[in-house]
């Protein structure tokens, strides 16, 4: 006569009890009196033989973050399982972002063993399930298991290696593979890895709850309610603009997962489409005496003039890494002052014929290219003129204009950004820019 169970061990032995019953009454009850499937039913769910037959197709589950059947239902191969902490930390949101409380996911062979990892999972005492004791090493539990030490023993043992990592990593012919250079030749078959991208379950998991409790949760349509009643609320109301739903597994989405099958298949994937971009009205920079005056007021200038004049009263030492920062800064301006150019020359050819255009002839030559086409005498005036030599010598005056305070700029300074600009102009000629 085995010895009567006390304290814990009792409790987790009824509440396996418990979960058996629950699994054999909702199996039973379509089933008529007479059917003889079930005394199949009542063998099959005696104690013993369950937990028995439980152990034995344990093999076929692996706990896993990152599963693979996703990618295709027939695929066969590695999951893993990367406890968040345990991940390089960087801004990118992903498996690593996870608090430690993440819900890991179930990958299996075959969807008839869900049941396994439902009672691995499902059957808790004091806040900890089955398979947490179980990996703790809980003696109690074993003798829930079994009268028989060695017996329960090994049937933990099959239980608990659904937690371990399998031996060798492998893919799958219908897995995602992507072929990654990290050689110098890339006709040389051996100079790349193969990468088999997994599906990152967990965070799929907690962005899906997350994404339901801010549309569906109850705090959320309070929330929703208030508003449309203007109303204050202390909840932050959530929207998923253009959200959709992925079906992973069809009809079967236990075949893919445990969360998957929770999920019923669906995951949703954000918005990722680009920024709606709406350009301010360009309009012809008419009643100022140049240009630069606009260009002056531009936020990228205004920031890097700032940082060109903060990085010249700084006093660097005068050599090679100090001229070429300083040059990169002004760079960086005439780069925004052609961004400023391709605004502007949206514009219908001849507006600078505007009485109301009071900019220089050579800032008129570069913004209106196309008024030579319907105006003669413009189209000689610009012929002749060397507009470009002319708007380099303005910008420079202005560039040292904008960094004089403290700074007393000198002639050879203006004349080094008058020469930078001068470079930009000829590069942009030689292509025919200005043609």
Not at 27 to 38: G, I, M, Q, S, T
Not at 199 to 225: I, M, P
Not at 391 to 405: Q, V
């Amino acid at each position: 006569m085995p010895p009567a169970l006390s304290g814990r061990s009792a409790a987790l032995r009824s509440a396996i009890e418990r979960f058996l019953k629950e699994r054999l009454d909702a199996k039973l009850k379509p089933l008529p009196p007479d059917d003889p499937k079930r005394q199949d039913l009542l063998a099959q769910f005696e104690f013993k033989t369950w937990i028995a037959d439980a152990a034995r197709r344990a093999p076929k589950i692996q706990l896993a973050t990152h599963i693979l059947k996703a990618t295709h239902p027939s695929a066969r191969g590695t999951n893993v399982n990367a406890p968040p902490a345990k991940l390089p930390q960087h801004d990118v949101v992903g498996t690593h972002s996870l608090r430690a409380d993440y819900v890991v996911d179930a990958a299996v062979a075959d969807a008839k063993v869900l049941d396994v990892y439902g009672f691995l999972r499902n059957i808790e005492l004091e806040g900890q399930t089955l398979l947490d004791l179980m990996l703790a090493g809980d003696a109690e539990v074993l003798a829930a298991l079994s009268d028989d030490r060695t017996e329960a023993q090994a049937w933990a043992t099959a239980f608990t290696g659904i937690a371990a990592p399998r031996d060798k990593p492998a893919s799958h012919t219908q897995a995602k593979q992507l072929c990654w250079l990290v050689g110098e030749d890339p006709r040389d078959d051996a100079g790349y890895h193969l990468l088999a991208p997994l599906y990152a379950s967990s965070l799929a998991h907690r962005v899906f709850t997350t994404v339901n409790e801010d549309r569906f949760g109850e705090a959320a349509k309070a929330a929703r309610q208030a508003r449309r009643d203007g109303e204050y609320s202390d909840t932050v109301v959530h929207e998923y603009p253009h959200l959709a739903v992925q079906k992973l597994g069809g009809t079967k989405p236990q075949n893919i997962s445990q969360l998957n099958s929770e999920r019923g298949g669906s995951n949703y994937l954000l918005a990722s489409l680009p920024p709606l971009w709406v350009s301010p009205s360009v309009t012809p920079p008419l009643r100022t005496d140049t240009v630069l005056r606009r260009f002056a007021r531009r936020e990228r200038v205004r920031a890097r003039t700032a940082d060109l004049r903060r990085f010249v009263e700084s006093d660097p030492p005068e050599n090679q890494s100090t001229r070429d920062k300083r040059d990169a800064l002004v760079l960086d301006i005439v780069e925004e002052l052609f961004l400023m150019e391709m605004e502007l020359l949206q514009l219908d050819a001849g507006w600078s014929a505007s009485p109301e255009c009071r900019l220089p002839e050579a800032e008129t030559c570069w913004l209106d290219p196309q008024r030579p086409e319907h105006d003669e005498a413009f189209a000689q005036m610009r012929a002749s003129t060397d507009w470009p030599t002319e708007l380099c010598g303005r910008f420079a005056a202005w560039l040292n204009a904008s960094l004089n305070g403290k700074l007393m700029m000198d002639d050879a300074v203006h004349d080094h950004w008058y020469e930078l600009l001068q470079e930009e102009f000829k590069a942009r000629q030689r292509e025919g820019f200005y043609d």
